[in-house]
């Protein structure tokens, strides 16, 4: 065992306070073994801002020196076998990955492991097995009669031997294939044997979404077990506290409700371990189905909500931003609901690309920040800035919109939320934190709103943390205030003295 946490201590989203998750990374972030090291380096100003969890990249080896780890090879080799071209993966050593999840722990950051379940690549060998090609579109429709065929299915890990695992897989082990090397065929091959076939429980795109890639069977007792004995051991191994998972809409529900509960199960923290899926899909009707499916609680990405985001930035002041929440997960199952703005596939450039516009990424980290309902999760490339052939800036200010969430988003929830293009709302504070009053504003002129803060606040001066709009406001003797906010852009007005203001440089 390396660096378990201590339970008490930590809940499944961190540090005490307001949860906020980071993705960790970029479809482009740099390689050669560099990533764990500046996540580490980084975790004190993460946390500072008020980062509490992280969701890093698969720490798995990938079939290259340049995989991610989406090309999962081995699920047991974190970078620590001499295994497809390197020792370490693209992110760093195991030694690394293990030291940066403990200096990240020790600074009140827990990590979520991004498990690549769905499938395998790079095998170390071919097999020849009986198969049936199958409609692109339907792969339900068999399209040709069952015949042998030669897929790569065999992975022996000759790197690894049998450490911490023995199992070999072979094409006992999977549903099916997209290449036959006896015929040089491309066609998706849904592998035959007793009990073979698609999943049932998946999205229904294309009749059964159940293949991706490489798809593995988890209705195969072996491939279950060898997968929950994973789960066990890599929370174990490493002190992270939870997991993202890939492509569930493509696996099995009954699957991922089985790994679940087994990883909670277990002792020493476990029973908190955080879950979360990525489900990409528009309908909120599918998202809300999914989440009640898995008899256990388990969350999904808000992809209806990055929806809404990315028609509001294009339709700018002819978007209506009352209705910004309208079908999303945050509406109908918040606490199940991961919210976010973009991630490393939603990137420009990648498969599921849906860019939020820059000039109303601001808009949408206040929704997302300063609410009550969900769980943020910030994106690596929104506050670094992305790489490869569409590079993309950092959104301004990106690390105070997080620490105005840290100290400033507490206490109840009061909605001004009566004009299409300016709305705000107020939060309260408690015992521990100052309150605050959240504006947003996508019209073109500058956005106002009166918002009763409470007598209690009476003859107190309020400006922008943000810096953004500057002025100072005076709370009324009623305890009203008028604010005020940049046109297209936002503001969050504490009280000049409000705990934690010194930790603003910008605008003060």
């Avoid at 709302?425 to 709103?449: A, E, H, P, Q, Y």
């Avoid at 009763?452 to 953004?468: F, I, L, P, S």
Wanted: charged share 30%; aromatic share 12%; hydrophobic share 35%.
């Amino acid at each position: 065992m390396a660096h378990q946490m201590d339970s008490e201590r930590r809940g499944a989203r961190g540090a005490k306070g307001n949860g906020t998750m980071m993705q960790y990374f970029e479809w482009y972030a740099e390689g050669g073994g560099v990533h764990w090291k500046k996540y580490e380096n980084e975790s004190q100003r993460l946390a500072d801002m008020g980062i509490t969890a992280c969701w890093l990249p698969p720490p798995t080896k990938g079939s290259s020196p340049d995989g991610t780890g989406y090309d999962i090879y081995d699920l047991f080799d974190l970078g620590e076998f001499d295994q497809k071209g390197n020792k370490a993966t693209k992110w760093g050593s195991k030694e690394d990955l293990l030291s940066a999840i403990k200096v990240a722990a020790d600074k009140g950051i827990i990590t979520y492991i991004d498990a690549v379940l769905n499938h395998k690549a790079g095998a170390d060998d071919k097999e020849e097995f009986m198969a049936t090609m199958v409609d692109q579109n339907n792969r339900n429709k068999r399209v040709g009669e069952m015949h042998n065929i030669q897929g790569w299915t065999k992975f022996d890990f000759p790197g690894r031997g049998d450490k911490y695992s023995n199992m070999k897989w072979n094409y006992n082990h999977f549903t099916g294939v997209d290449y036959d090397a006896k015929t040089e065929t491309n066609a998706i091959f849904m592998i035959q044997g007793d009990g073979k076939g698609w999943a049932t429980d998946v999205d229904d795109e294309n009749g059964s979404f159940d293949y991706l890639m490489f798809v593995i069977d988890h209705a195969h007792p072996d491939v279950a077990e060898e997968c929950f004995k994973w789960g066990e051991w890599i929370l174990e191994e490493t002190g992270a506290y939870g997991f993202r998972f890939d492509a569930v809409k493509h696996i099995s529900a009954e699957f991922i409700s089985n790994f679940v509960k087994r990883i909670r199960s277990q002792e020493k923290g476990k029973s908190k371990a955080f879950c979360v899926g990525e489900f990409w899909h528009d309908s909120v009707d599918t998202l809300v189905e999914y989440v009640s499916s898995l008899d256990t609680q388990f969350s999904c990405f808000d992809s209806c909500l990055q929806a809404n985001f990315k028609e509001a930035g294009e339709s700018k002041e002819n978007y209506d931003i009352r209705k910004i929440f309208d079908n999303t997960l945050v509406q109908r199952r918040p606490i199940d609901a991961v919210t976010l703005v973009d991630n490393h596939d939603t990137q420009v450039g990648q498969s599921l690309e849906r860019w939020v516009s820059s000039g109303f990424k601001p808009l949408a980290y206040a929704l997302i920040l300063m609410r009550v309902d969900g769980y943020p999760c910030v994106f690596y490339g929104d506050l670094y800035g992305c790489g490869g052939e569409n590079p993309q800036a950092p959104v301004s200010q990106l690390d105070d919109m997080v620490r105005c969430r840290k100290l400033f988003a507490h206490g109840e929830l009061h909605d001004y939320w009566d004009h299409p293009n300016c709305v705000a709302w107020l939060r309260k504070g408690d015992d521990d934190f100052d309150g605050s009053v959240t504006i947003i504003c996508n019209g073109k002129s500058d956005g106002s709103k009166k918002v009763e803060v409470g007598q209690e606040h009476k003859g107190e001066k309020w400006t922008d943390a943000m810096g953004w709009h500057q002025g100072e406001v005076t709370i009324g003797d009623d305890g009203w205030a008028e604010f005020y906010c940049p046109p297209e852009s936002i503001s969050i007005w504490t009280k000049t003295d409000a705990r934690g203001r010194e930790e603003f440089k910008k605008g003060e």
